[in-house]
């Protein structure tokens, strides 16, 4: 089974299930899940399989080589995994809107790419499918019509930007080594002068910065999260985002190799540390915004670049701990933020399109399932300590803190209590507090939407208390890259100068736990009330005017929001401003009149012989 | 007699016809006229500047089977002569179906004591946008305020009808 | 060795319960002496409970039930990673860090619980609580970053040993600022008069435990002695050189909880924004300082 | 503490606590509450009796009703009372909730306040004195040592009975029945 | 044996034999163009093999090079001559049901004049003969934009003369420079003589070539008519203009500099010149409304891309080049015969007519979206590999003004992205505003087979560009080395 054979069936599953389509609904449906689970299983039997296979196409004489190890495996397979779920996911959303069939295409395609670049050996095949990628995400984003034209505009051009500086990068790689294979290309760099090797890593950190959402590149992120069909965004932020780690961790560990990497630079002006400022940047100022956005899924967006600034912190930071802190943050936020898009989904498919955080409230007693899900979500989003995002923002504290950089620590932290906040924003004010009249009758998410959440809450739970499978997998990877690994047994991690057992502090929890609710259990029995039987200082609660949790936290919005205006956003709109006008500028010149056109002719004759007689240029 | 007093005597005097205007202290102008002139009155004394209606208050004369409404107006200014004058506009209304036009188009915050007059005295105010109870939580055919309701035979027959529980309980 | 632990466990457990209601009670008392009246006697929490264990309550649903049991059991979990003495039955699973993070599970549940109860007081009791949080966060990391990275290590039990060893960490300058900024935010974490915005009784009702009936109320209470004991015992640690023999350590505590209630008894209470500002003006700046030393001198 | 208190306290620690811990809810229903506020502060304080003001309901025992009760003021009473936990007492203020005192001919008023709610104690005088709360402090302790202090029983069994009486009044009441009634 | 003439002999003929069909019946004449260039295509493939190994000379009339006119068939030259047959073949399936007119004899003489000129100028070895296929590129094209009638088109069409007519005696007065000085109107023989371009004598007439046959090729100064002649032309004529007529006189350029002049230094000129006309072009596309204005500018925009790749004078640059005319040739011909049909079901030009497009004609939108794609150069589309050589040949430079340069290119291809982008998303993702005629309509299959082809050979070469790289590899090798197409002609 080599990976070839995985790409066809990705790319054709892509096509087939459009014409499928134009068939019946049902076998397109059976068809792309179908699609995606073997794309899932495929990749997974991939497992401590390191193989490279070379196939020389047509293409410019660039070989296109297709390798995988256990670094390009863990993200494959997250890609698939999530992937399969989110088509899951949207098998009830999509299906009272328009043209699915090109919907479901498109997904597959785009899941199809990224398996694509994840897999691919070669920095040429890499941009081919990074470019796919994009197109396609460009009209997925566009899908839901409205604002979402705007939204996906604003993300392709910044998206083809990105790749256009990449391809230079790429070009100038190949011209000075002449090949482009990850592996003969590793060793090369090291004796390359370091202005050269800075060259290289500010073009491709741009392309990988925009997919990445880094904080002066981000701008496209929030709409374009909150636009997407919900589905659809649960891979956009949970993976696609996950792309641009992938390509930087590319760049600094295969590439450049760490050892080159860490002494670029010295100080406070080594790479290393201006890119975890950076990463800090991306940390704060989105959770501070994210804080102050009423649209649910708005919230998400802010909260993903917010969440990507922690794995870029820990990546750059360079240290083992801090990458595998990096790289397991990476995996959990795909799982729990895809999740918690879900649970917006699927709210949003009950409530018909409601996303508006201060017109929903008291869904729990409607939607248990989806709450669970959410609840379990946000407790991975903050690291509380049972779940998976724990261990990784310890593993990134504990080595910012002890490697005396204690400033970094404390964006980082101050950056946990801002997810705090918001993510109790969202859980508070979707499904506690009075239920509304109007949803009094909505149903419970229906079954294929409760599926993915279910599986993708157990998963928090479990590799949260579990921390060693995915360290595992994570130690493999850094001793591919040539960093000694972590000392991890299989509840958490055993290093000397900090250790974490997941085991003791399940048990712990688990049996005061149980203690406490037999406490709980024992005493009288208390009857359950419905929500009108309230406290309202004597009068009986009004229907519908008893719901306070408007613009939740308006001290500190109030506080805050006029030092957190959007000026990166200003500045990218004035650009482009600024083009049109030099475009309207120029199109003056085309006066209409031949006469003008005529005069441009002999003037440009006139300068060429002007040029010749007084410079003798030629 | 201060001479504002005399002067607003005068005018209002030279205005309206059948209207009597007494001055009876320092500080007070009573003004008591028929029913329907009392709106044309108010709204001229607040254009030239009493502004404030105090209170609507209501007199029950039984005997002579009439009720007494009593707007007291004053005036928000700072100089101090007109500021201490307390205007008084009677007028009398049968007691049987005792109709008014509402003030409130002049004095918008006569809205309360229209609808206490109209639970207590049972006086319907026409063109008033919310005569709706203000105080009292149950319906009276006789309003309270009015003379010939007997609180007494009211509490007898509606408060001590109700039986304690242990009666009620031992009598089933 | 296991057994010592649950040992342990149970010992520590039943000595904070113990030692918080003492010390809520004792509250009480010391507060009716500044206010020149007699006071209830100093077992009135505990005769609180009894009553309210024995109340019927009511309960808005399965979440309103999970929420405190949630927070309860948070807050007795983050008492294990705490060291008395030398008994510190979970140092070896988790440090500061760990700490930080249990410490946050408390409020969550609390919140969790308040939000079922479907009472737009509640939601706001919440916001403010987060909000509360929010502010006394900022100083408080500042603190403990400064703690960690003087002392280089993330495990609370190296830096009692080490302050055994060198004496308490006020002689240093900068613990001695981070010191001073957390005595400034004490009174937030423990939610005392200048910052007792969550449970103002007057404006919000008693906040988030506005629907908590008999049991539920009975829990609350526990929970804010482990609350009060944790944030003591985390202080004591942190600056004053953890507890050489728990009665040592235990009236360290008290002194210093002394100190808060006098400013509690005489203080008015801040509004939200007031609060907020205040903490991260003055304590921000002195932890901030303090980190800054510490970075500095390294 | 003497050795029978403690002795007491054992065998029966629920009868000690509902005593020793009284949470009075702060509800001001007439003009008896201007007598609260010295009888919990400084000068006589009821906190060493355990008596302590609380904001809700949810959290008090003792329901305090001072003063006069007028016909509005009624439902509120009524919806608090109905939202307490179960052992639950209340003490009526003055001579107006006992037979209307000096309003027992207004059409306004409420006279005798235990056709509607059970009250346990009661309290003689036009605004006792803070020294009489304490006394029936007191005495509401000897009646719920020998338990006699059960108007939550009552009204939980004549609950049809109060709520005929309290809708003859009130008319149409919002909240639904507490009890759904076993009887009639 | 297949001789070169016979490409410009049968369809030249056939073309004066149009109107005598027209005699028989009136819809015989619409299959003459379809025939001569089919043939034209099957010759062209034939002599393909043959050409590569070594170029194929034909003297007409049996006199020898320097004095007869004689055709030089080398890779250059034939590729030229596969790309017009191709293109001119499948813009006449495209007329069989575009040109609706009753009298459509001039439409198709004139066809077949233009593209018998185009083949001309790409086949010939004497610069007079070269002038004069030129000449009749330059006429019918000048009569076919006023096909219409109508008054922009007539408008445009003047405008168009009056600059083509400046340019034609620009070139003419440098054909008399040379033929004074020389003698002789052989290119091989000319390119003997030309020892260095630096006396007098010989920069003017390089000037006046470069001038004159920029007009046609559409460079920065001298392109004021192509806007409009696109726009208001018929649009199987503009796919043609756009296809052929500019790139025909972008080679005629590159001919004149490099084997006539061997000029060396004037290339670093004409790259800035490239990236002028690039940059000016995509700022004026970005704000048109309408469709065929925009398509226009942004052939502007490629040709100033071509010419900076062609002028960069390594053997990458050259190949990178030739590469990106053949994908504008294909992509921009595709855009236009999709974007004709459209403009023709929907009525108006501008682009908010489009909306909702994708779903009344799913497959000229498919077409539409992926030729968008393939000119921006996203990759599985012929573009990408083009783009991808240009900065390979760029970068290969290793000088600073280079990579200056590449950075101002790639922002244009920004620009270009964002209003094809503007455009795709009208298409798939607006809703329909006047929903009268919602009901699907398929295009008849003569739209759809010229579409459908070009399409399948935009993905093909894209996917696997081998098949066309190392022809223009040995074409790019003719371009450069000078001496051996002078040896090689000369006897």
Redesign the interface.
């Known amino acids: 089974m080599n990976l070839i054979i995985l790409l066809a069936i990705a790319f054709g599953g892509a096509l087939i299930t459009y014409f499928l389509g134009k068939i019946s609904q049902k076998i397109r449906d059976i068809f792309a899940v179908f699609i995606s689970l073997a794309l899932a299983v495929i990749a997974a039997c991939f497992y401590n399989v390191s193989s490279r296979e070379i196939y020389y196409t047509g293409f410019l004489d660039f070989p296109f080589v297709l390798r995988v190890n256990t670094f390009s495996w863990f993200f494959a397979v997250t890609i698939a995994v999530i992937g399969l779920f989110s088509i899951i996911f949207s098998l009830n959303y999509i299906r009272k809107r328009g043209n699915t069939d090109f919907y479901y295409s498109m997904m597959l395609l785009v899941i199809a790419s990224m398996i694509g670049i994840v897999l691919s050996g070669d920095l040429v095949s890499f941009y081919i499918f990074w470019e796919i990628m994009s197109w396609s995400t460009f009209l997925l984003i566009s899908y839901n019509r409205g604002p979402a034209i705007s939204a996906g505009m604003k993300y392709i051009i910044m998206s083809v930007t990105g790749s256009v500086v990449m391809l230079v990068g790429i070009v100038s790689l190949y011209l000075h080594y002449d090949t482009l294979v990850y592996t003969e290309l590793s060793g090369l760099l090291n004796n390359a002068s370091s202005g050269y090797i800075l060259f290289i890593i500010i073009l491709f950190f741009i392309a990988f910065g925009v997919k990445n959402a880094i904080w002066p590149l981000h701008v496209w992120l929030p709409p374009a999260h909150s636009e997407a069909p919900s589905p659809f965004s649960s891979v956009l932020s949970g993976i696609l985002i996950k792309i641009g780690t992938y390509g930087i961790i590319l760049l600094i560990f295969v590439i450049i190799q760490i050892n080159v990497f860490l002494n670029l630079g010295e100080g406070i002006l080594s790479v290393r540390y201006i890119i975890s400022i950076i990463g800090v940047i991306t940390i704060l100022i989105p959770t501070f915004i994210a804080l102050l956005q009423d649209d649910a899924k708005r919230l998400l967006a802010w909260s993903t670049i917010a969440q990507a600034g922690y794995i870029i912190l820990g990546i750059a930071y360079g240290t083992s701990e801090s990458v595998a802190g990096g790289m397991f943050h990476f995996f959990n936020h795909a799982i729990f933020k895809s999740l918690l898009f879900m649970v917006v989904g699927a709210v949003e498919y009950r409530t018909n399109g409601v996303r508006d955080l201060n017109s929903l409230g008291g869904l729990i007693k409607k939607m248990p399932v989806t709450f669970i899900g959410g609840l379990i979500g946000i407790c991975g989003l903050i690291g509380v300590p049972l779940t998976n995002g724990f261990v990784s923002k310890w593993l990134i504290y504990k080595t910012l803190i002890l490697n005396n950089s204690p400033f970094l620590a404390f964006a980082a932290l101050l950056g946990t209590w801002g997810t705090i906040l918001y993510s109790y924003k969202l859980i508070h004010n979707m499904f506690l507090g009075q239920l509304p009249e109007k949803y009094e009758k909505i149903k419970k998410a229906p079954f294929s939407m409760q599926l993915p959440i279910v599986i993708l809450s157990l998963a928090i739970i479990f590799f949260g208390i579990i921390p060693g499978l995915p360290l595992h997998v994570i130690n493999s990877i850094e001793s591919g890259f040539g960093m000694e690994p972590l000392t991890i047994n299989i509840w958490g991690i055993a290093s000397d100068t900090g250790t974490i057992n997941m085991l003791n502090i399940f048990t712990a929890v688990l049996v005061i736990g149980i203690m406490v609710w037999l406490i709980f259990k024992v005493s009288k029995k208390s009857t359950v009330i419905g929500q009108y039987d309230n406290y309202a200082a004597g009068t009986t609660v009004p229907k519908d005017k008893y719901n306070y949790s408007v613009n939740f936290y308006d001290p500190l919005c109030r506080m805050i929001s006029p030092y957190l205006k959007d000026f990166i956003d200003d500045f990218y709109m004035s650009l482009a401003r600024s083009i049109k006008n030099t475009g309207n500028g120029i199109r003056r010149i085309y006066t209409g009149d031949v006469g003008h056109y005529v005069i441009y002719i002999i003037l440009f004759l006139a300068l060429l012989i002007f040029i010749q007689i007084n410079w003798e240029l030629w | 007699m201060n001479h504002t007093g005399t002067s607003l005597k005068e005018n209002l005097l030279s205005y309206f016809d059948d209207i009597l205007v007494e001055i009876s202290d320092e500080h007070r102008l009573t003004i008591s006229c028929k029913k329907d002139s009392v709106i044309t009155i108010l709204s001229s004394l607040n254009r030239n500047g009493y502004n404030h209606l105090a209170l609507i208050s209501c007199v029950d004369w039984i005997k002579d089977n009439e009720l007494e409404l009593v707007y007291i107006i004053s005036a928000y200014t700072e100089d101090s002569e007109k500021g201490k004058m307390n205007i008084l506009v009677k007028t009398k209304i049968a007691r049987e179906k005792p109709e008014l036009l509402t003030v409130m188009s002049i004095y918008e915050n006569a809205e309360p004591y229209e609808r206490e007059l109209h639970e207590l005295y049972g006086i319907n105010f026409k063109g008033h946008p919310r005569l709706i109870p203000l105080l009292l939580e149950r319906e009276y055919e006789i309003p309270p305020f009015r003379k010939d309701f007997d609180t007494r035979k009211y509490v007898q027959d509606v408060f001590d009808k109700i039986p304690f529980v242990e009666d009620k309980k031992g009598r089933k | 060795m296991v057994m010592n632990t649950i040992l342990e ?1 149970i010992i520590i457990i039943l000595l904070a319960a113990i030692i918080g209601l003492f010390f809520l009670g004792l509250s ?1 008392k010391i507060m ?1 002496r500044i ?7 100093i077992a ?1 929490p505990v ?2 409970i ?12 399965k ?1 309103f ?1 999970f929420g ?3 927070s ?3 807050s ?2 983050v008492l ?1 990673f705490l060291p008395l003495g030398e008994m510190c039955p ?1 140092s ?4 500061l ?2 700490i ?3 410490m ?2 408390a409020p ?1 549940g609390l ?2 619980s308040g ?7 509640t ?2 009791g ?2 403010r609580k ?2 509360l ?2 502010g006394y ?2 100083p408080l ?2 603190i403990l ?2 703690v ?2 003087h002392f ?4 609370i039990v190296d830096i009692v040993n080490m302050q055994l060893q060198t004496g308490w960490s006020f002689q240093h300058l900068p613990l001695l600022l981070s010191g001073i900024a957390y005595i400034l935010i004490l009174p937030a974490i423990l939610d005392l008069r200048p910052f007792e915005l969550i449970q103002a ?2 404006e919000i ?2 906040g988030p ?11 609350a209470t526990i929970q804010h002695a482990f609350n009060v004991f944790i944030s003591l015992s985390l202080f004591t640690n942190l600056f004053l050189g953890g507890a050489e023999n728990p009665g040592y350590f235990f009236l360290k505590m008290l002194i210093v909880f002394i100190i808060l209630l006098f400013v509690n008894a005489v203080t008015p209470r801040f509004r ?2 007031q609060a ?2 205040f903490l991260w003006r003055w304590p921000a700046l002195l932890a901030f300082a303090g ?1 800054i030393i ?2 500095v001198t ?1 | 503490m003497d050795r029978n208190k403690l002795g007491k306290w054992l065998q029966s620690p629920g009868k000690m606590g509902q005593k020793y811990s009284l949470h009075a809810l702060y509800f001001c229903t007439g003009c008896g509450i201007i007598e609260i506020p010295p009888t919990i502060t400084a000068r006589w304080d009821a906190e060493r009796f355990g008596v302590i003001p609380v904001a809700t309901p949810r959290q008090a025992n003792l329901f305090l009703i001072t003063g006069y009760v007028s016909v509005k003021t009624l439902r509120p009473i009524i919806r608090s009372y109905e939202q307490m936990p179960e052992p639950k007492f209340t003490v009526g203020f003055g001579s107006c909730p006992i037979n209307g005192g000096m309003y027992w001919d207004s059409y306004n008023t409420i006279k005798h306040l235990d056709k509607y709610i059970p009250i346990d104690g009661w309290i003689a005088g036009c605004m006792p004195r803070p020294e009489a709360v304490f006394v029936a402090v007191t005495h509401l302790w000897t009646l719920i040592d020998k338990g006699m202090a059960d108007g939550y029983k009552k009204y939980r069994e004549d609950y049809h009975y109060y709520r005929e009486n309290q809708e003859k009044i009130l008319g149409k009441l919002e909240w639904p029945p507490l009890f759904s009634s076993k009887k009639m | 044996m297949v001789n070169p003439v016979l490409l410009i002999v049968i369809p030249l003929g056939l073309a004066f034999v149009v109107p005598f069909f027209g005699f028989i019946s009136k819809k015989i004449e619409k299959f003459i163009p379809f025939v001569a260039l089919f043939f034209n295509l099957i010759v062209s493939l034939r002599l393909f093999p043959r050409v590569l190994e070594q170029p194929v000379h034909v003297s007409i009339g049996g006199f020898v090079p320097p004095f007869g006119i004689n055709l030089v068939a080398g890779p250059i030259g034939i590729l030229f001559t596969v790309l017009i047959a191709l293109v001119g073949f499948l813009v006449s399936i495209y007329a069989f049901d575009y040109i609706k007119e009753k009298d459509q004899e001039k439409y198709h003489i004139l066809y077949l004049l233009l593209l018998t000129g185009a083949t001309g100028v790409v086949l010939t070895g004497d610069i007079f003969n070269l002038f004069v296929f030129f000449e009749i590129l330059c006429i019918s094209s000048y009569s076919l934009v006023a096909y219409f009638g109508d008054k922009t088109s007539i408008e445009s069409a003047v405008k168009y003369l009056i600059q083509g007519a400046l340019g034609s005696c620009l070139i003419l007065m440098g054909i008399g420079l040379l033929y004074g000085q020389f003698g002789t109107l052989n290119m091989a023989d000319l390119a003997g003589n030309i020892k260095s371009v630096h006396s007098v004598s010989i920069f003017v007439p390089l000037v006046l070539f470069i001038t004159g046959f920029g007009v046609e090729a559409a460079i920065f100064p001298l392109n004021a008519w192509l806007p409009d002649a696109h726009s208001s032309a018929p649009s199987s004529i503009s796919a043609v203009l756009s296809g052929i007529a500019i790139e025909v006189g972008l080679y005629a350029m590159i001919r004149v500099v490099f084997t006539l002049f061997g000029a060396s230094s004037i290339l670093t000129f004409l790259m800035l010149l490239g990236v002028i006309t690039l940059l000016i072009g995509e700022l004026c596309a970005f704000c048109q409304e309408n469709i065929k204005r925009m398509l226009a500018y942004s052939s502007i925009g490629q040709i100033g891309l071509m010419l900076f790749a062609l002028s960069i004078a390594s053997s990458y640059g050259i190949t990178g080049g030739l590469f990106q005319l053949v994908s504008h040739t294909l992509g921009k011909s595709l855009l236009f015969l999709a974007a004709g049909y459209m403009i023709y079901r929907s009525g108006s030009m501008n682009i908010s007519s489009f909306e909702g497009m994708g779903k009344r004609m799913p497959y000229t939108a498919l077409a539409f979206t992926i030729g968008a794609f393939s000119i921006v150069g996203l990759p599985p589309f012929i573009g990408f590999p083009g783009k991808l050589m240009i900065v390979k040949a760029a970068l290969f430079e290793q000088e600073m003004l280079y990579t200056v340069l590449i950075f101002f290119i790639l922002l244009a291809t920004v620009i270009e992205g964002a209003y094809y982008f503007r455009v795709v998303q009208a298409l798939y993702f607006k809703e329909e505003k006047n929903t009268q005629n919602q009901k699907r309509e398929i295009a008849p299959l003569s739209i759809l087979i010229p579409i459908f082809i070009l399409t399948g050979f935009i993905v093909v070469i894209g996917i696997y560009p081998k098949l066309i790289t190392d022809v223009l590899v040995s074409s790019a090798s003719e371009l450069l080395n000078r001496a051996d197409y002078i040896k090689s002609v000369m006897p």
């Open positions: 466990i009480r009716a206010h020149w009246r007699y006071g209830p006697p009135q005769i609180d009894i009553k309210l264990f024995n109340q019927t309550s009511m309960s808005h649903g979440l039930n405190i049991i949630f309860l059991s948070g007795v979990v294990l979970l070896s699973s988790g440090g860090l760990v930080l993070y249990c946050l599970i969550l919140a969790l939000g079922e109860a479907a009472n737009p007081i939601s706001i919440i916001s987060f909000l949080a929010f966060e900022l990391l500042l970053l400064t960690m990275t280089n290590t993330i495990s009784p007057q009702s008693s435990m506005i629907e908590y009936g008999g049991k539920f109320l009975a829990l939200i924004e907020i500002k980190l510490v970075s390294g």
